[in-house]
């Protein structure tokens, strides 16, 4: 069954650590890989996404995701947190043989310490 | 462009009174999408739009729950009658071909509250 995990219901990183938020995947084809994010009132939006090519996604506001086939992850990262990266963090996947259905992990909320 | 536009951003009702959630998609996108957020079932797809053609209502939860998009450029939700339980965050979202591919674009979404 096709399926998304984000292990981590919360992270916590001081401001100008690093940051990652995890997402591992389950789908039956080549995953199109997304993430999200959705700050306070607001709707979801769009990061990056991996669809084919190089496993290291570059996207908005500095994040950056790496596509690991072998361990089915698509973990999130950014080298230097800021206060306002927190939010709301979704990451979707869209099974090859799908032209639009998105299956989307329960959320990950980012708290970035001053 | 100004984006997914939705209206209207809070709507608070009582049950049994009808509903109606409009949305206006990016210019241009031919792919709308009805989502439902709440804390206990997370994002849920309603019903999937291509070139104006309902193409998926499976996630529509029951009859209750309409949804017409009579052109390009517009998108309605309803719900006849509401019930508490519909309380929720709704949102729409439109993308180029069948967002396999191309990323979503989220409107603000419209909370509605049923008491």
């Known amino acids: 069954a096709q399926s998304v995990a984000q292990p981590e219901d919360q992270v916590n990183v001081a401001e100008g650590n690093p940051l990652t938020v995890k997402c591992t995947y389950s789908?039956?084809?080549?995953?199109?890989l997304f993430w999200y994010v959705q700050y306070p009132n607001r709707g979801l939006q769009f990061l990056l996404k991996?669809?084919?090519?190089d496993n290291l996604v570059k996207g908005s506001y500095g994040f950056e995701a790496e596509f690991n086939k072998s361990q089915t992850s698509f973990h999130l990262k950014k080298p230097s947190a800021l206060v306002s990266d927190s939010a709301l963090y979704f990451c979707?996947?869209?099974?090859?043989?799908?032209?639009?259905?998105?299956?989307w992990g329960a959320g990950t909320k980012l708290i970035i310490k001053p | 462009d100004a984006g997914v536009i939705q209206s209207p951003r809070h709507e608070v009702t009582e049950m049994g009174q009808e509903v109606t959630l409009r949305c206006k998609p990016i210019s241009g996108h031919n792919s709308l999408f009805w989502y439902r957020q709440t804390m206990m079932r997370g994002l849920e797809l309603l019903i999937y739009f291509n070139n104006n053609v309902p193409i998926d209502d499976s996630g529509m939860p029951e009859d209750r729950f309409s949804a017409k998009m009579p052109n390009a450029s517009f998108s309605t939700l309803k719900i006849q009658p509401s019930e508490p339980r519909d309380s929720a965050v709704y949102f729409c979202?439109?993308?180029?071909?069948?967002?396999?591919?191309?990323?979503?674009?989220f409107g603000p979404g419209t909370r509605l509250t049923v008491t």
């Open positions: 979202a439109s993308s180029l071909a069948g967002g396999g591919s191309y990323e979503q674009y």
């Open positions: 991996y669809i084919t090519g």
């Open positions: 789908v039956s084809g080549n995953p199109y």
């Open positions: 979707a996947v869209r099974d090859e043989g799908s032209n639009y259905q998105l299956i």
